[in-house]
């Protein structure tokens, strides 16, 4: 596969291709895509435990889990990291010589991982309140019921505290960008004090 | 709120420019700057009136699930574009006439015959050129914060992002000129939501951009939920258009100059509704419903007041439940039969807050000069299939060209084709 570098710096070529095209699509399947191969990800993803610790709970402060990971978000936010969008220097360089298809594979890989749990929460008030808030922000909806999430929705549930936290107050203040911008709309204003309480019932999914 | 707005932006300097030229593109890498509010922390009660009603009511829907659709950020090789699987009226033919630029959304073109195409979480804005029958492109400036506004006039090209604007004088004949940063002058609030731009230039050569409401449902300040116009520096600022959720759409009626536009209306309300809009001018500073009163003067259900459609102007036309209706433009040329002059086409991106898909198109649409009888026609079809109900394809903007043809650009592809028709 191409290297995404190479076909936007030499820009491409194209021409009129109506006829043509319509006639080598009736006769090909429109979706042609190189296969995904996980294990291929497996490979590359080894650098990644050191920090993530997949698919145990990352042992660093602020960091994701990846294990169980949604597909699509893993790869975008691998994208937006890639390409210097989402500023997250560490990852950057990581990303530096993966090319469009690593980024499939490595989130093909992480995403098929079981993740660990959280266990269970001994702030009882926290978590209560975080629940309250949870049900009445709708995190579900995107989310889902068990917090696992779907396609470019993460998986929010069973994440470190302190990954969780940070990620919401980055979201409210715009320090964070998603591939569309439903959590900057939906942290709009949200106290630290309600955002904690939210991260620590999440943590606990 | 607004007062300690407009402290921030008293306070904030003018940004400086780090630039690079990239060697073999010629392009510019804009530094990226977030944009970070200071608002002062919101009170117990405002948070609560949040939660409670701000709006996210997944349970009045039949799929309480909905989530908004990714767009892709790789290149789509034009072998993946399914081409044959779009429809067109009789005796219009489509070609993919430009691709391999992920995320391209709005169009403008230049007066020698450049095109600029910006774009959302991307950060780029393309520019492509016609040469004999072959397009080139390439990235003109890169890692912007969602830089989807841009617009041509006097030879200069004028590029929005969330808050910040950009100049690029004389660039068709200077490709390397380095831009003029207008940020400052334009005051542009900071809120992310809803606040990627649509600008163009009016008939009064006036630039309007749209302000969008930062949320799905909220009472927006007086610096949000409106459509402005500037002289072209920045200076001399009008709301021309009062309560609009966020348009990304409009253009100028060709007879009689006066501003119609699109608005997607709020979410989280109902799955058939309220109805996105378009929206018709007739005096400045008109008050277009948002939050209270939506589409053909349905009340909202959570930001209630008496009387929520006293004083509001009704739409032209009722574009679709959740059809994310963008971009406009008054058809003008003479290449397609006489009854499409005077008439809209209109992209419709396609919904996400609904359990069946709707739009994924173009439609066309046929009104009086004073948006009477309005009709509303599918005009470029097949990007989506209702009977899967998925989608492989989502129209942002159209463009006509100086021969009469109409550009489509698909951002979900990032392609742009061109429709034309044969006598």
């Known amino acids: 596969m191409q290297r995404f570098d190479t076909a936007r710096r030499t820009g491409v070529i194209c021409r009129a291709v109506s006829l043509t095209c319509a006639a080598v699509l009736a006769a090909a399947p429109c979706y042609a895509q190189p296969k995904i191969d ?9 650098a990644c435990a050191s920090c993530h610790g997949s698919p145990q709970r990352p042992p660093l402060a602020g960091m994701p889990t990846l294990a169980g990971q949604q597909e699509q978000f893993l790869v975008l936010q691998m994208f937006l990291m890639r390409e210097g969008l989402r500023d997250v220097p560490q990852m950057a360089g990581t990303l530096k010589d993966f090319s469009d298809r690593d980024l499939d594979e490595v989130a093909a890989y992480f995403s098929r991982q079981t993740p660990a749990r959280g266990g269970t929460s001994t702030k009882p008030k926290l978590h209560a309140r975080g629940e ?74 | ?28 890498a804009l530094a990226q700057q977030m944009v970070t509010p200071q608002s002062k922390p919101p009170s117990e009660k405002a948070v609560k009136a949040r939660t409670a009603s701000g709006g996210y009511k997944p349970e009045r829907m039949k799929n309480p699930n909905l989530a908004p659709h ?67 492109h390439r990235i003109l400036a890169e890692k912007l914060v969602q830089p989807n506004g841009v617009a041509f006039q006097g030879g200069n090209l004028y590029v929005m992002a969330i808050n910040r604007v950009f100049r690029y004088d004389g660039i068709e004949d200077s490709p390397n000129v380095k831009p003029v940063e207008l940020t400052a002058a334009f005051k542009l609030p900071p809120e992310v939501h809803h606040n990627w731009k649509f600008i163009a230039f009016g008939p009064d050569s006036k630039l309007y951009v749209q302000v969008g409401s930062p949320c799905n449902i909220c009472e927006p300040s007086d610096q949000h939920g409106q459509i402005r116009r500037y002289v072209a520096d920045g200076s001399g600022m009008e709301v021309v258009a009062r309560g609009v959720r966020n348009s990304v ?51 909202d259900l959570d930001i209630k007041k008496k009387d929520p459609c006293k ?28 009854d499409y002059v005077n008439s809209i086409f209109v992209a419709r991106r396609g919904s996400w807050n609904r359990t069946r898909l709707f739009g994924y198109d173009v439609v066309n649409v046929r009104a009086t000069a004073d948006g009477r009888n309005a009709k509303v026609t599918p005009f470029m079809t097949g990007f989506m299939d209702p009977k899967e109900n998925k989608f492989w394809g989502r129209p942002v903007d159209v463009l006509q060209l100086p021969d009469g043809s109409l550009l489509v650009s698909d951002e979900q592809n990032g392609a742009i084709y061109r429709v034309s028709h044969k006598k």
């Open chain 1, 38 to 46: 996980p294990s291929r990800g497996a490979a590359k993803a080894a």
């Open chain 2, 249 to 299: 759409g409009f253009d100028f009626h060709p007879q009689t100059g006066e501003l119609w536009f699109t608005d997607n209306g709020r979410d989280w309300q109902a799955e058939d509704g309220p109805q996105d809009e378009l929206n018709r001018v007739s005096k400045i500073g008109q008050f277009f419903g948002f939050p209270y009163c939506h589409a053909q003067g349905i009340p």
């Open chain 2, 311 to 338: 004083g509001v102007t009704l739409p032209v036309a009722l574009m679709g439940p959740h059809s994310a209706a963008l971009g406009m433009r008054f058809y003008t040329g003479a290449m397609f039969p006489k």
């Open chain 1, 132 to 205: 309250v808030l949870a049900k009445g922000m709708a995190c579900g909806s995107c989310h889902l019921g068990d917090y696992t999430g779907q396609r470019q929705v993460p998986r929010v549930a069973s994440q470190r505290e302190d990954y969780l936290a940070a990620t919401l107050k980055a979201y409210r203040d715009n320090k964070r960008i998603g591939t569309d911008t439903s959590m900057n709309s939906i942290l709009y204003q949200v106290p630290d004090t309600d955002i904690d309480a939210l991260a620590h019932f999440l943590a606990y999914q």
């Open chain 2, 70 to 136: 990714a767009g892709r950020m790789t290149v789509t090789q034009p072998s993946d574009i399914p081409l044959d699987k779009i429809r067109v009226p009789k005796g219009f033919q489509v070609e993919l006439w430009a691709h391999g630029m992920p995320g391209v959304r709005m169009m403008t073109r230049g007066s020698k015959g450049t095109i600029w195409a910006g774009t959302r979480i991307i950060g780029r804005v393309y520019e492509i050129k016609d040469q004999g029958g072959v397009r080139t």
């Open chain 2, 1 to 28: 709120m607004n007062s300690a707005l407009s402290r921030m932006l008293r306070s904030r300097a003018v940004r400086t420019l780090a630039m690079s030229a990239l060697a073999l593109t010629g392009a510019y």
